[in-house]
Nanobody, 125 residues
């Protein structure tokens, strides 16, 4: 069982940066693939990025490649999403998620077993 709590969201101007954090509890955190997803108003939840248990493999949505960076610290049970060059279309609630299947760094929502409550990111133009 893993509990996830996101933080770091807020209001930022276009071109600015934010760093999201996800704090996890549970003894097996280091064995999970961790992902970030987002959901904008009126839209479906979508994949943003994911990272393997070791941190060696990462995956990004095309829309954020080159701007966002995912990382993790297994000792601290933390996952981060550094977001640079933010755009108004990045406005959404951002969710942290954990996937117990470590064979694949998955992008499918259904692959993830545990979810946080989300943190709001608003990018003004």
């Amino acid at each position: 069982q893993v509990q996830l709590v996101e933080s770091g969201g807020g209001l930022v101007q276009a071109g600015g940066s934010l760093r999201l954090s996800c704090a996890a509890s549970g003894r097996t955190f280091s064995s999970y693939v961790m992902g970030w997803f987002r959901q904008a108003p009126g839209k479906e939840r979508e994949f943003v990025s994911a990272i393997s248990w070791s941190g060696r493999r990462t995956s990004y949505a095309e829309s954020v490649k080159g701007r966002f960076t995912i990382s993790r610290d297994n000792a601290k049970k933390m996952v981060y999403l550094q977001m640079n060059s933010l755009k108004p279309e990045d406005t959404a609630v951002y969710y942290c998620a954990a996937d117990a299947d470590t064979a694949v760094v998955a992008s499918a929502i259904g692959s993830y077993d545990y979810w946080g409550q989300g943190t709001q990111v608003t990018v003004s133009s």
